[in-house]
């Protein structure tokens, strides 16, 4: 199986994250071929990133947590910044289509992504804090810039989730439409852009990418932090308590 497909549509190119079986988590070989596809795609007139299944994308692979290589986790970290920038550095506009779940760094990917449009059943968030991690490349920071700090720390903070109908309601996303209107609904947004100017277009994305590069420096502080916190005991037991399908228990651990 491909994890990751990518199709050229008469101008549009399509990237679909393709492990279903996990959500379409991604570990560092993925995201590695989905910067390598974005990146591929700069001639198209919009690229597209959407998932498999039921799921857009759960960020990264959390079995890699539970018991954490730190070389194989520091090139994750890594190639994760690398996959989002080549998002917002791509001359062409870039629309999450948002097919399901959008969880942890799968949120951040609707984050980086120029615009988002969701189906009605999907549902988005951060899981971080309650499975060993932080939200730094966009969660922390950028989702401010849409929702609102006091929002943002909400969802940073407390890794509760949201419909697509609130996110809407809170700027995060552009538009939700019925599930099975969901590619007819992008397709329009993307015939529409490809009747701009391509020149005026992307330097329209990249005077925007102002505050996406003003968080540029705290991206890297994060990714260090973050590295530096790889096998922490916090980092095994929230990734195993989701592995188990049961509540992390932090504290206790360091009482014990």
Not at 10 to 29: C, F, H, K, Q, S
Not at 154 to 174: K, M, P, Q, S
């Amino acid at each position: 199986m491909n994890s990751v497909v990518t199709e050229e549509r008469d101008g549009v190119a399509w990237i679909t994250l393709n492990r279903p079986e996990r959500m379409n988590a991604y570990d560092a070989a993925m995201v590695a071929e989905l910067t390598t596809a974005v990146e591929d795609a700069s001639a198209s007139d919009v690229i597209v990133i959407t998932g498999t299944g039921k799921a857009f994308c759960a960020g990264g692979h959390l079995a890699d947590l539970s018991n954490p290589d730190e070389t194989e986790l520091r090139r994750m970290f890594a190639s994760s910044f690398r996959f989002f920038e080549a998002i917002r550095c791509s001359p062409c506009p870039v629309i999450a289509a948002v097919n399901g779940a959008a969880a942890g760094g799968g949120n951040e990917l609707v984050v980086a992504c120029d615009l988002a449009i969701s189906a009605r059943s999907a549902t988005f968030g951060q899981t971080g804090v309650r499975v060993g991690s932080a939200p730094v490349l966009g969660g922390t920071n950028l989702l401010a810039m849409s929702i609102g700090e006091k929002r943002a720390k909400e969802v940073a903070f407390l890794c509760r989730r949201y419909t697509a109908d609130e996110a809407l309601e809170l700027g995060w996303i552009n538009k939700v439409v019925p599930d099975a209107d969901l590619e007819a609904e992008v397709i329009r947004w993307a015939r529409e852009l490809q009747e701009m100017s391509p020149r005026y277009l992307e330097i329209a994305k990249i005077s925007s990418n102002i505050w996406w590069n003003h968080c540029r420096d705290g991206y890297i502080s994060g990714l260090g932090m973050l590295t530096q916190a790889i096998g922490s005991e916090d980092m095994r037991e929230g990734a195993k308590a989701f592995l188990e399908k049961r509540k992390p228990r932090f504290r206790r651990r360091r009482e014990s």
